[in-house]
Protein backbone atom coordinates (compact mmCIF):
# COMPACT_ATOMS: atom_id res chain seq x y z
CA UNK A 1 0.00 0.00 0.00
CA UNK A 2 1.09 3.24 -0.72
CA UNK A 3 0.01 6.60 1.78
CA UNK A 4 -0.53 9.49 -0.89
CA UNK A 5 -0.04 13.30 0.37
CA UNK A 6 -3.59 14.29 1.95
CA UNK A 7 -4.74 17.25 -0.08
CA UNK A 8 -8.06 18.18 1.31
CA UNK A 9 -8.53 21.41 3.25
CA UNK A 10 -8.51 19.40 6.54
CA UNK A 11 -4.54 18.90 5.69
CA UNK A 12 -3.27 19.61 8.85
CA UNK A 13 0.57 20.96 7.16
CA UNK A 14 2.37 19.60 4.64
CA UNK A 15 5.53 18.22 6.50
CA UNK A 16 7.14 16.29 4.58
CA UNK A 17 10.45 18.45 4.50
CA UNK A 18 10.13 18.06 8.30
CA UNK A 19 10.00 14.89 7.80
CA UNK A 20 12.87 14.28 5.81
CA UNK A 21 15.15 16.54 7.55
CA UNK A 22 14.54 14.90 10.88
CA UNK A 23 15.29 11.43 9.13
CA UNK A 24 18.75 13.04 8.02
CA UNK A 25 19.05 14.28 11.86
CA UNK A 26 18.00 11.39 13.83
CA UNK A 27 18.87 7.33 12.27
CA UNK A 28 17.63 5.20 15.10
CA UNK A 29 14.96 4.73 17.50
CA UNK A 30 16.30 2.06 20.49
CA UNK A 31 13.78 -0.05 22.43
CA UNK A 32 16.52 0.00 25.02
CA UNK A 33 14.33 -1.66 28.18
CA UNK A 34 11.48 -2.57 30.70
CA UNK A 35 11.20 -2.89 34.21
CA UNK A 36 8.68 -4.17 35.99
CA UNK A 37 8.26 -2.98 40.04
CA UNK A 38 5.55 -3.97 42.55
CA UNK A 39 5.10 -1.43 45.09
CA UNK A 40 2.57 -1.73 48.15
CA UNK A 41 -0.75 -0.52 46.04
CA UNK A 42 0.50 -1.11 42.14
CA UNK A 43 2.52 -2.81 39.56
CA UNK A 44 4.44 0.06 37.48
CA UNK A 45 5.70 -0.66 34.01
CA UNK A 46 8.77 1.56 33.26
CA UNK A 47 10.24 1.71 29.91
CA UNK A 48 13.78 3.24 28.50
CA UNK A 49 13.34 4.40 24.64
CA UNK A 50 16.09 6.57 23.37
CA UNK A 51 16.09 8.60 20.28
CA UNK A 52 19.49 8.29 18.51
CA UNK A 53 21.23 9.18 21.95
CA UNK A 54 19.59 12.38 21.84
CA UNK A 55 16.53 12.41 24.02
CA UNK A 56 15.45 9.60 25.99
CA UNK A 57 11.79 8.81 26.70
CA UNK A 58 10.73 6.68 30.24
CA UNK A 59 6.88 6.51 30.35
CA UNK A 60 4.91 4.24 32.78
CA UNK A 61 2.33 2.88 33.32
CA UNK A 62 0.31 1.83 36.81
CA UNK A 63 -1.75 -1.01 37.08
CA UNK A 64 -3.82 -0.49 40.77
CA UNK A 65 -3.98 -3.53 42.77
CA UNK A 66 -7.05 -5.42 43.57
CA UNK A 67 -8.57 -8.12 45.36
CA UNK A 68 -9.06 -10.18 42.38
CA UNK A 69 -5.89 -10.24 41.16
CA UNK A 70 -4.05 -13.89 40.54
CA UNK A 71 -1.67 -13.57 43.32
CA UNK A 72 0.45 -16.84 41.88
CA UNK A 73 2.21 -15.06 39.51
CA UNK A 74 5.96 -13.71 39.86
CA UNK A 75 7.37 -11.07 38.59
CA UNK A 76 9.72 -12.93 36.15
CA UNK A 77 6.88 -14.16 34.57
CA UNK A 78 4.80 -11.18 33.56
CA UNK A 79 7.67 -9.82 31.11
CA UNK A 80 6.61 -11.44 28.08
CA UNK A 81 3.32 -9.66 28.26
CA UNK A 82 5.16 -6.14 29.45
CA UNK A 83 8.33 -6.66 26.85
CA UNK A 84 5.45 -6.97 24.03
CA UNK A 85 3.46 -3.78 25.99
CA UNK A 86 5.99 -1.26 25.35
CA UNK A 87 6.55 -2.65 21.29
CA UNK A 88 3.26 -0.83 20.99
CA UNK A 89 4.05 2.28 23.64
CA UNK A 90 7.22 2.93 21.68
CA UNK A 91 5.16 4.00 18.35
CA UNK A 92 4.59 7.43 19.60
CA UNK A 93 7.63 7.84 20.86
CA UNK A 94 9.41 6.93 17.91
CA UNK A 95 6.80 8.89 15.59
CA UNK A 96 8.16 12.07 16.67
CA UNK A 97 11.20 11.58 14.23
CA UNK A 98 10.24 9.02 12.60
CA UNK A 99 14.10 7.54 12.15
CA UNK A 100 14.96 5.14 9.13
CA UNK A 101 15.63 2.00 12.04
CA UNK A 102 14.05 1.08 15.18
CA UNK A 103 16.46 -1.39 17.44
CA UNK A 104 15.02 -3.60 19.72
CA UNK A 105 17.40 -4.30 22.24
CA UNK A 106 14.89 -6.02 25.27
CA UNK A 107 13.63 -9.02 23.85
CA UNK A 108 13.80 -11.55 20.62
CA UNK A 109 11.15 -11.30 17.70
CA UNK A 110 10.94 -13.61 14.91
CA UNK A 111 11.04 -12.49 11.04
CA UNK A 112 7.40 -13.14 11.08
CA UNK A 113 7.04 -11.33 14.38
CA UNK A 114 8.95 -8.27 13.08
CA UNK A 115 7.13 -7.96 9.57
CA UNK A 116 4.00 -8.03 11.94
CA UNK A 117 4.68 -5.01 13.88
CA UNK A 118 5.58 -3.18 10.67
CA UNK A 119 2.56 -3.96 9.40
CA UNK A 120 0.60 -2.84 12.75
CA UNK A 121 3.15 0.26 12.57
CA UNK A 122 2.67 1.54 9.07
CA UNK A 123 -1.25 0.96 8.94
CA UNK A 124 -1.91 1.97 12.07
CA UNK A 125 0.30 5.44 11.61
CA UNK A 126 -1.80 5.55 8.17
CA UNK A 127 -4.08 8.79 9.60
CA UNK A 128 -0.72 10.18 11.39
CA UNK A 129 1.10 10.00 7.77
CA UNK A 130 -1.54 11.18 5.81
CA UNK A 131 -2.76 14.30 7.64
CA UNK A 132 1.08 15.27 8.02
CA UNK A 133 0.93 14.80 4.25
CA UNK A 134 3.69 12.20 4.44
CA UNK A 135 3.99 9.89 1.14
CA UNK A 136 5.70 7.00 2.52
CA UNK A 137 5.40 3.18 1.66
CA UNK A 138 4.70 -0.09 4.21
CA UNK A 139 8.53 -1.16 2.61
CA UNK A 140 11.12 1.35 3.18
CA UNK A 141 8.96 4.11 6.25
CA UNK A 142 11.26 1.80 8.81
CA UNK A 143 13.64 -0.99 9.49
CA UNK A 144 13.44 -3.19 12.54
CA UNK A 145 16.79 -4.38 13.51
CA UNK A 146 16.75 -7.35 16.80
CA UNK A 147 19.44 -7.27 18.98
CA UNK A 148 18.96 -9.61 21.86
CA UNK A 149 18.30 -13.16 21.47
CA UNK A 150 16.61 -13.53 24.91
CA UNK A 151 12.94 -15.59 25.07
CA UNK A 152 10.61 -14.68 26.92
CA UNK A 153 8.58 -17.73 28.25
CA UNK A 154 5.44 -17.24 29.65
CA UNK A 155 4.25 -18.92 32.56
CA UNK A 156 0.99 -21.63 32.28
CA UNK A 157 -1.93 -19.45 32.90
CA UNK A 158 -4.63 -20.88 33.96
CA UNK A 159 -8.29 -19.32 33.15
CA UNK A 160 -11.45 -19.36 34.50
CA UNK A 161 -13.87 -19.17 31.00
CA UNK A 162 -16.51 -17.84 33.06
CA UNK A 163 -14.47 -14.09 33.44
CA UNK A 164 -14.30 -11.83 30.84
CA UNK A 165 -12.73 -8.44 30.52
CA UNK A 166 -14.71 -5.56 29.45
CA UNK A 167 -12.52 -2.53 28.24
CA UNK A 168 -14.62 0.70 29.09
CA UNK A 169 -14.45 3.76 27.50
CA UNK A 170 -17.30 5.70 28.67
CA UNK A 171 -19.49 5.47 25.41
CA UNK A 172 -22.05 3.53 24.43
CA UNK A 173 -20.84 0.70 22.93
CA UNK A 174 -18.82 -0.43 26.03
CA UNK A 175 -22.25 0.48 27.63
CA UNK A 176 -24.06 -2.12 25.86
CA UNK A 177 -21.34 -4.60 26.61
CA UNK A 178 -20.83 -4.16 29.93
CA UNK A 179 -24.91 -4.20 30.13
CA UNK A 180 -25.71 -7.45 28.29
CA UNK A 181 -22.95 -9.21 29.70
CA UNK A 182 -22.92 -8.96 33.28
CA UNK A 183 -25.62 -11.27 33.94
CA UNK A 184 -24.27 -14.30 32.30
CA UNK A 185 -20.48 -13.79 33.28
CA UNK A 186 -18.19 -12.38 35.85
CA UNK A 187 -17.00 -9.26 33.96
CA UNK A 188 -14.19 -7.33 34.81
CA UNK A 189 -14.18 -3.49 33.81
CA UNK A 190 -11.48 -2.64 32.47
CA UNK A 191 -10.37 1.46 32.11
CA UNK A 192 -6.92 3.09 30.75
CA UNK A 193 -6.84 6.58 32.31
CA UNK A 194 -9.89 6.60 34.58
CA UNK A 195 -12.61 9.59 33.36
CA UNK A 196 -15.65 10.45 34.83
CA UNK A 197 -17.90 8.81 31.97
CA UNK A 198 -15.73 5.90 32.05
CA UNK A 199 -16.64 5.42 35.52
CA UNK A 200 -19.97 6.77 35.80
CA UNK A 201 -20.24 3.91 33.08
CA UNK A 202 -19.44 1.18 35.50
CA UNK A 203 -21.69 2.77 38.64
CA UNK A 204 -24.26 2.58 36.61
CA UNK A 205 -24.05 -0.73 35.93
CA UNK A 206 -23.43 -2.17 38.77
CA UNK A 207 -20.34 -2.21 39.63
CA UNK A 208 -17.98 -1.07 42.72
CA UNK A 209 -14.74 0.75 42.66
CA UNK A 210 -13.42 -2.58 43.79
CA UNK A 211 -14.31 -4.54 40.87
CA UNK A 212 -12.93 -2.45 38.19
CA UNK A 213 -8.98 -2.86 36.95
CA UNK A 214 -7.46 0.15 36.63
CA UNK A 215 -4.38 1.41 34.61
CA UNK A 216 -3.16 4.89 34.87
CA UNK A 217 -0.62 5.56 31.65
CA UNK A 218 1.30 8.54 31.49
CA UNK A 219 3.21 9.91 28.40
CA UNK A 220 6.19 11.10 29.42
CA UNK A 221 7.06 14.84 29.60
CA UNK A 222 9.74 14.79 27.04
CA UNK A 223 7.88 13.51 24.24
CA UNK A 224 5.67 17.00 24.66
CA UNK A 225 8.83 18.97 24.55
CA UNK A 226 9.53 18.03 21.24
CA UNK A 227 5.72 18.32 19.90
CA UNK A 228 6.31 22.42 21.29
CA UNK A 229 9.96 21.84 19.48
CA UNK A 230 7.70 21.47 16.30
CA UNK A 231 8.36 17.40 16.22
CA UNK A 232 6.11 15.62 14.24
CA UNK A 233 2.80 15.09 15.95
CA UNK A 234 -0.26 13.02 15.10
CA UNK A 235 -2.80 9.86 15.55
CA UNK A 236 -1.62 6.18 17.21
CA UNK A 237 -3.39 3.19 17.39
CA UNK A 238 -4.22 3.39 20.70
CA UNK A 239 -6.98 0.35 20.45
CA UNK A 240 -3.78 -1.73 19.67
CA UNK A 241 -1.68 -0.81 22.78
CA UNK A 242 -5.04 -1.69 24.62
CA UNK A 243 -5.47 -4.97 23.31
CA UNK A 244 -1.82 -5.73 24.26
CA UNK A 245 -2.53 -4.17 27.99
CA UNK A 246 -5.71 -5.86 28.37
CA UNK A 247 -4.06 -8.91 27.73
CA UNK A 248 -1.49 -8.37 30.58
CA UNK A 249 -5.13 -7.54 32.72
CA UNK A 250 -6.53 -10.98 31.39
CA UNK A 251 -3.12 -12.62 32.33
CA UNK A 252 -2.86 -11.45 35.81
CA UNK A 253 -6.64 -11.80 36.68
CA UNK A 254 -7.37 -15.23 34.75
CA UNK A 255 -9.62 -14.25 32.88
CA UNK A 256 -10.48 -16.22 29.92
CA UNK A 257 -11.92 -13.72 27.81
CA UNK A 258 -11.84 -10.32 26.51
CA UNK A 259 -14.53 -8.42 24.92
CA UNK A 260 -14.28 -5.86 23.04
CA UNK A 261 -16.85 -3.50 21.80
CA UNK A 262 -15.44 -2.94 18.83
CA UNK A 263 -18.83 -3.20 15.33
CA UNK A 264 -18.93 -3.98 12.00
CA UNK A 265 -18.88 -0.02 11.16
CA UNK A 266 -15.00 0.06 12.26
CA UNK A 267 -13.80 -1.47 8.50
CA UNK A 268 -15.25 1.27 6.67
CA UNK A 269 -12.34 3.15 5.43
CA UNK A 270 -12.07 7.34 6.35
CA UNK A 271 -10.33 8.31 3.40
CA UNK A 272 -10.84 7.05 -0.33
CA UNK A 273 -7.12 5.95 -0.81
CA UNK A 274 -7.94 3.42 2.24
CA UNK A 275 -6.82 5.63 5.08
CA UNK A 276 -8.81 3.87 8.17
CA UNK A 277 -8.80 6.00 11.34
CA UNK A 278 -9.81 2.95 13.49
CA UNK A 279 -7.48 0.70 12.22
CA UNK A 280 -6.79 -1.03 15.23
CA UNK A 281 -10.54 -1.39 16.26
CA UNK A 282 -11.06 -3.11 12.47
CA UNK A 283 -11.73 -6.43 12.16
CA UNK A 284 -8.44 -7.38 9.87
CA UNK A 285 -6.45 -5.67 12.83
CA UNK A 286 -8.17 -8.04 15.77
CA UNK A 287 -7.84 -11.16 13.29
CA UNK A 288 -3.92 -10.56 12.83
CA UNK A 289 -3.62 -9.61 16.55
CA UNK A 290 -5.80 -13.01 17.59
CA UNK A 291 -3.12 -14.74 15.50
CA UNK A 292 -0.23 -13.28 16.61
CA UNK A 293 -1.33 -13.45 20.57
CA UNK A 294 -1.70 -17.37 20.18
CA UNK A 295 1.37 -17.76 18.48
CA UNK A 296 3.78 -15.86 20.67
CA UNK A 297 2.01 -15.23 24.02
CA UNK A 298 -0.60 -17.26 25.15
CA UNK A 299 -3.33 -19.69 23.75
CA UNK A 300 -5.44 -19.04 26.89
CA UNK A 301 -7.07 -16.09 26.63
CA UNK A 302 -9.81 -15.35 23.98
CA UNK A 303 -9.68 -11.83 22.72
CA UNK A 304 -12.37 -10.55 20.55
CA UNK A 305 -14.95 -7.97 19.80
CA UNK A 306 -18.16 -8.92 21.18
CA UNK A 307 -20.45 -6.03 19.59
CA UNK A 308 -18.86 -7.09 16.12
CA UNK A 309 -21.58 -8.76 14.05
CA UNK A 310 -23.70 -5.37 14.96
CA UNK A 311 -23.32 -2.21 12.73
CA UNK A 312 -23.75 1.44 14.91
CA UNK A 313 -27.62 1.52 14.19
CA UNK A 314 -27.79 -1.66 16.22
CA UNK A 315 -25.86 -0.97 19.03
CA UNK A 316 -27.57 2.44 19.13
CA UNK A 317 -30.82 0.79 19.13
CA UNK A 318 -29.72 -1.32 22.25
CA UNK A 319 -28.19 1.61 23.91
CA UNK A 320 -32.12 2.89 23.91
CA UNK A 321 -32.44 1.12 26.01
CA UNK A 322 -30.42 1.68 28.78
CA UNK A 323 -31.94 4.85 30.32
CA UNK A 324 -29.55 5.04 33.38
CA UNK A 325 -26.79 5.73 31.16
CA UNK A 326 -27.87 8.40 29.24
CA UNK A 327 -26.63 11.27 31.48
CA UNK A 328 -23.57 9.65 32.38
CA UNK A 329 -21.97 8.35 28.97
CA UNK A 330 -19.19 10.54 26.89
CA UNK A 331 -18.26 10.36 23.18
CA UNK A 332 -16.79 13.81 22.54
CA UNK A 333 -13.06 13.90 22.83
CA UNK A 334 -13.03 17.69 22.69
CA UNK A 335 -14.03 18.10 25.97
CA UNK A 336 -13.46 14.84 27.91
CA UNK A 337 -11.74 17.02 30.16
CA UNK A 338 -14.45 18.71 31.32
CA UNK A 339 -16.65 15.79 31.02
CA UNK A 340 -19.32 17.23 29.04
CA UNK A 341 -20.57 17.09 25.13
CA UNK A 342 -18.93 19.98 23.19
CA UNK A 343 -21.39 20.46 20.97
CA UNK A 344 -19.36 20.82 17.75
CA UNK A 345 -17.15 18.13 17.04
CA UNK A 346 -17.90 14.54 14.42
CA UNK A 347 -18.42 12.66 17.56
CA UNK A 348 -21.05 14.81 19.21
CA UNK A 349 -23.32 15.33 15.54
CA UNK A 350 -22.58 11.38 14.70
CA UNK A 351 -24.09 10.49 18.05
CA UNK A 352 -27.02 12.76 18.18
CA UNK A 353 -27.81 11.58 14.63
CA UNK A 354 -27.26 7.65 15.60
CA UNK A 355 -29.51 8.18 18.57
CA UNK A 356 -32.47 9.83 17.01
CA UNK A 357 -34.02 7.26 15.80
CA UNK A 358 -34.38 5.95 18.94
CA UNK A 359 -34.51 8.75 21.56
CA UNK A 360 -37.13 11.47 21.39
CA UNK A 361 -35.88 14.95 20.76
CA UNK A 362 -36.40 16.14 23.91
CA UNK A 363 -34.36 13.32 25.86
CA UNK A 364 -31.38 14.04 22.86
CA UNK A 365 -31.35 17.58 23.74
CA UNK A 366 -30.93 16.82 27.46
CA UNK A 367 -28.47 14.78 26.92
CA UNK A 368 -26.30 17.17 24.43
CA UNK A 369 -27.66 20.36 25.83
CA UNK A 370 -29.09 21.27 22.11
CA UNK A 371 -31.34 20.13 19.03
CA UNK A 372 -27.34 19.89 17.12
CA UNK A 373 -29.48 18.81 14.01
CA UNK A 374 -30.81 22.41 13.96
CA UNK A 375 -26.94 23.77 14.48
CA UNK A 376 -26.53 25.15 10.57
CA UNK A 377 -22.57 25.85 11.87
CA UNK A 378 -22.62 21.92 11.58
CA UNK A 379 -23.01 21.86 8.00
CA UNK A 380 -19.50 21.02 7.06
CA UNK A 381 -19.09 18.27 9.26
CA UNK A 382 -22.69 16.91 8.52
CA UNK A 383 -21.75 16.93 4.70
CA UNK A 384 -18.61 14.80 5.90
CA UNK A 385 -20.77 12.33 7.93
CA UNK A 386 -23.49 11.96 5.22
CA UNK A 387 -20.77 10.70 2.41
CA UNK A 388 -21.27 14.38 0.30
CA UNK A 389 -17.98 15.14 1.32
CA UNK A 390 -15.14 12.85 0.04
CA UNK A 391 -13.62 12.01 3.10
CA UNK A 392 -15.37 11.44 6.52
CA UNK A 393 -13.90 12.55 9.79
CA UNK A 394 -11.69 11.42 11.27
CA UNK A 395 -13.37 10.03 14.44
CA UNK A 396 -15.29 7.01 15.05
CA UNK A 397 -18.01 6.83 13.42
CA UNK A 398 -20.32 5.01 12.09
CA UNK A 399 -20.28 4.10 7.87
CA UNK A 400 -22.16 6.59 5.60
CA UNK A 401 -24.76 3.76 5.05
CA UNK A 402 -25.85 3.76 8.65
CA UNK A 403 -26.19 7.40 9.23
CA UNK A 404 -28.14 8.26 6.41
CA UNK A 405 -30.24 5.40 7.39
CA UNK A 406 -30.62 6.63 10.58
CA UNK A 407 -31.40 10.27 9.02
CA UNK A 408 -34.13 8.57 7.07
CA UNK A 409 -35.52 7.17 10.36
CA UNK A 410 -35.58 10.37 11.86
CA UNK A 411 -37.33 12.71 9.21
CA UNK A 412 -39.91 9.55 9.62
CA UNK A 413 -40.48 9.62 13.01
CA UNK A 414 -40.20 13.70 12.97
CA UNK A 415 -43.42 16.07 14.19
CA UNK A 416 -43.55 19.41 13.02
CA UNK A 417 -40.60 22.01 11.09
CA UNK A 418 -37.71 19.74 10.68
CA UNK A 419 -34.24 21.12 11.66
CA UNK A 420 -31.99 23.54 9.96
CA UNK A 421 -30.20 20.33 8.61
CA UNK A 422 -32.69 17.93 8.24
CA UNK A 423 -33.96 20.72 6.00
CA UNK A 424 -31.20 20.97 3.85
CA UNK A 425 -31.21 16.90 3.74
CA UNK A 426 -33.74 16.63 2.36
CA UNK A 427 -33.09 18.97 -0.82
CA UNK A 428 -29.95 16.81 -1.69
CA UNK A 429 -29.29 13.60 -3.83
CA UNK A 430 -28.91 11.39 -0.89
CA UNK A 431 -32.70 11.79 0.32
CA UNK A 432 -33.93 9.85 -2.73
CA UNK A 433 -30.52 7.50 -3.07
CA UNK A 434 -31.70 6.23 0.43
CA UNK A 435 -35.22 6.18 0.36
CA UNK A 436 -35.81 2.72 -0.80
CA UNK A 437 -33.10 1.23 1.88
CA UNK A 438 -34.66 -1.65 3.75
CA UNK A 439 -32.42 -2.21 7.19
CA UNK A 440 -32.93 -5.41 9.40
CA UNK A 441 -30.87 -5.87 11.83
CA UNK A 442 -31.29 -9.77 12.27
CA UNK A 443 -29.47 -10.11 8.95
CA UNK A 444 -26.67 -8.70 10.61
CA UNK A 445 -25.96 -11.64 12.81
CA UNK A 446 -25.97 -14.22 9.77
CA UNK A 447 -22.32 -12.25 9.19
CA UNK A 448 -19.23 -14.76 9.55
CA UNK A 449 -16.75 -11.88 10.13
CA UNK A 450 -16.48 -12.36 13.72
CA UNK A 451 -14.76 -14.54 16.30
CA UNK A 452 -17.75 -14.63 19.08
CA UNK A 453 -18.07 -18.36 20.59
CA UNK A 454 -21.39 -19.64 20.82
CA UNK A 455 -22.36 -18.95 24.00
CA UNK A 456 -21.56 -15.17 23.38
CA UNK A 457 -23.16 -15.12 20.02
CA UNK A 458 -26.07 -16.38 20.99
CA UNK A 459 -26.45 -14.25 23.82
CA UNK A 460 -26.38 -11.07 21.77
CA UNK A 461 -28.77 -12.80 18.83
CA UNK A 462 -30.92 -13.16 21.60
CA UNK A 463 -31.00 -9.55 22.46
CA UNK A 464 -30.88 -8.33 19.13
CA UNK A 465 -33.99 -10.49 17.92
CA UNK A 466 -35.80 -9.38 21.35
CA UNK A 467 -34.71 -5.52 20.49
Known amino acids: MFIKKHTT ?42 LDDKYKFYPELKILKKLFFNHIFQIRDLELFVFHIGMIEMVSYWKAACPPQIMINPGYLSNDQVNWWKKL ?13 IEITQNDFVDIQIESDKRFKPAGIVTNPRKVIVPVGGGKDSVVSLELLKNDYEVIPFIVNPRNASINSVKQAGFA ?31 ALLAFVSVFGAAITGSGHIALSNESSANEPTTQSGVNHQYSKSYGFEKDFRDYLYKNITKDINYFSFLR ?14 ASHF ?29 SPFLDSGTLDRIFGKNLLDDGSLLVIFNELTGISEEK ?12 LALLKTIEKYEGTLPKLLQYYKSTPLMSKYSSTVYNKAEEMKSENHFLEPDFYQLLK ?3 HAG
Open 9 to 50: QTVYKNNTKIFKELRKTYKYFIYEDFEIRETDNSLVLRYHFN
Open 121 to 133: YFFGLGEFFYTNG
Open 209 to 239: EEQVFEVERNIHPQLLKLNDMGFLNGHTPFS
Open 309 to 322: PLSEYTIAELFSGF
Open 327 to 355: DSFRSCNAASKTNSWCGKCPKCLFTYIIL
Open 393 to 404: PFECVGTVDEIN
Open 462 to 464: NRV
